[in-house]
């Protein structure tokens, strides 16, 4: 009865929603994690969702994931192959840029789309009770389907191009975590803040587009290391993203570096959590 109450009425379904989501809100944390590993499944059944939306009635489909970073790929490189030919890191611009665009690509979809997750499902939220972390974590696994195409066709480039790759090349899932863990922490806790706040998808893009030029995307790490302030450690994703490279090439990595890279990650999820765990029980009333 309560169920065809609120199908009628959609204030009185908003009204149930949220008493739920308080509820929720006031379990006790373990209380909280038993009710997403119970639901656990719904996380499969939002990625396939999220999936099958993004590329619905689209010619290419999933094409389209290796498309995007295609498209950049060949434009940056075919401009710093005219004006800087003489000047590639690591003898090719090809093998520099394809390392450097396809995990900034991941982190900067992942990250964006966790932090829309719960303004963008926010009509599913008040019709079902679902765990919310369930909605980040479905965004970074989409777009880890994303990523393992675009992976494929690089390392295709690479060995068109004559690019050796390097042995360690099998540690290169090592610095994506880092990146995924990155984003889905630090989305987390923008998603909060943008329930609130709305402000957050009209900057945060902007703020991505601007990252592409202090992170080693297509601009060699060597130009950007003198910049104030150290870039390299207080640029969050600095040190995956040249870990990504380094390991598929085989350059020397800086210890230092990376060690930053991992702390921020620390940082990213610890601060995802603590936003979570604080501002969950007014999600109901700010969507």
């Keep these: ?76 490189t075919w401009v710093f192959s005219h004006w800087l030919a003489d000047q590639a890191p690591g003898g090719s611009w090809l093998a520099h840029n394809a390392l450097g665009w396809v995990p900034w690509g991941f982190f900067t979809t992942a990250l964006s789309g966790s932090a829309a997750s719960l303004v963008g499902h926010a009509d599913l939220l008040h019709q079902v009770a679902l765990p919310r972390l369930a909605l980040p974590l479905a965004v970074l696994l989409a777009r880890c389907v994303d990523l393992l195409l675009a992976l494929v066709v690089v390392f295709g480039l690479l060995l068109v191009d004559g690019t050796p790759i390097a042995g360690s090349v099998w540690l290169v899932p090592l610095p994506i975590v880092g990146l995924g863990l990155q984003a889905v922490g630090a989305g987390m806790m923008l998603a909060y803040v943008e329930v609130r706040w709305r402000d957050v998808g009209q900057v945060l893009p902007y703020l991505l587009q601007l990252g592409v030029f202090v992170t080693p995307v297509v601009v060699p790490a060597a130009v950007l290391a003198g910049a104030w302030p150290p870039l390299p450690y207080v640029n969050p994703a600095w040190g995956h993203v ?46």
Aim: positive net charge.
């Design 242 to 287: 040249e870990a990504v490279r380094g390991l598929a090439l085989g350059h020397s990595l800086d210890p230092s570096i990376m060690a930053a890279a991992w702390a921020w990650t620390a940082l990213a999820i610890a601060a995802g959590a603590f936003t979570f765990r604080r501002t969950q029980q007014h999600v109901g009333e700010w969507l």
């Design 1 to 76: 009865m309560v169920r065809q109450a609120d199908a009628r009425n959609p204030a009185a379904a908003r009204a149930t929603s949220a008493w739920i989501e308080v509820s929720a809100a006031s379990r006790p944390l373990a209380a909280r994690w038993s009710f997403f590993w119970a639901r656990r499944d719904v996380v499969g059944v939002l990625t396939r969702r999220i999936l099958s939306g993004r590329y619905h009635q689209t010619l290419l489909g999933v094409g389209w994931a290796v498309v995007h970073p295609l498209l950049a790929i060949g434009v940056f």
